[in-house]
């Protein structure tokens, strides 16, 4: 079984552009969460999807926003880049069950703002 | 929300010898402990969890301990090998979120 699959693997843009990041789960998972990943700050908690629609959401400004497609692809967006942007951004998708607990993450991408 | 905190946040250990990480929890609520490991250039994966209903679980040289009343677990890696090396993540859940610890960067030096 193919793993998540995150596009693109590094991404290079200037302040006040928007970028979007793509995410495909692995199959079968229907549940894709977004995670912002800086050094010293971990893993931030940006938003969940499930069966295109946003379950839950992180504490982070509206210029972030995502969405997901009826085949469980995902998609994020960083409107109006600022330098504080720079950071990996991790995909995760979850199995179906009861419990969201097992989070498989893609290998992520990493965006720089210049 | 959550609060986890993940000390320390960089550990060198030698081959053999055991490497031990601690995190703390601040709401009794959460009920789900997983621990990943990110290597070089790759996303984090899970490498061994516990449920608030158990106090320790172990899996070949990896173990995890939960004190559910002073609200911290701990990982606890025993005979490292030079492929242990890597940054370590704790989380806590909390409904459906999750929420990680800082990390910790283990070295293992051969």
């Known amino acids: 079984k193919a793993g998540v699959t995150q596009t693109p693997r590094y991404l290079i843009k200037t302040r006040g552009q928007q970028v979007t990041l793509s995410c495909s789960p692995i199959s079968g998972h229907r549940s894709v969460s977004w995670y912002q990943q800086t050094p010293g700050q971990g893993l931030q908690f940006l938003f969940e999807?499930?069966?295109?629609?946003?379950?839950n959401k992180g504490n982070f400004p509206g210029r972030f926003s995502g969405r997901q497609f009826s085949n469980s692809r995902s998609e994020m967006n960083v409107s109006t880049l600022e330098l504080g942007d720079s950071a990996l951004y991790l995909c995760a998708s979850s199995p179906p069950g009861v419990r969201n607990e097992k989070l498989f993450f893609g290998s992520g991408t990493q965006l720089s703002v210049l | 929300g959550e609060n986890v905190e993940q000390h320390p946040s960089t550990l060198s250990v030698q081959e053999g010898d055991s490497a031990v990480i601690k995190c703390t929890y601040s709401?009794?609520?959460?009920?789900?402990f997983p621990w990943y490991k990110q290597e070089l250039g790759k996303g984090p994966q899970l490498i061994i969890d516990i449920r608030s209903n158990v106090g320790e679980k172990k899996d070949q040289r990896i173990a995890v301990t939960l004190n559910k009343t002073a609200k911290h677990f701990s990982l606890h890696i025993t005979e490292t090998q030079p492929e242990d090396s890597a940054v370590y993540f704790c989380?806590?859940?909390?409904?459906?979120?999750?929420?990680f610890g800082t990390g910790t960067s283990l070295t293992v030096i051969p």
């Open positions: 989380a806590a859940t909390l409904g459906n979120q999750f929420y």
């Open positions: 999807y499930f069966s295109e629609t946003q379950r």
């Open positions: 709401d009794s609520a959460s009920n789900y």
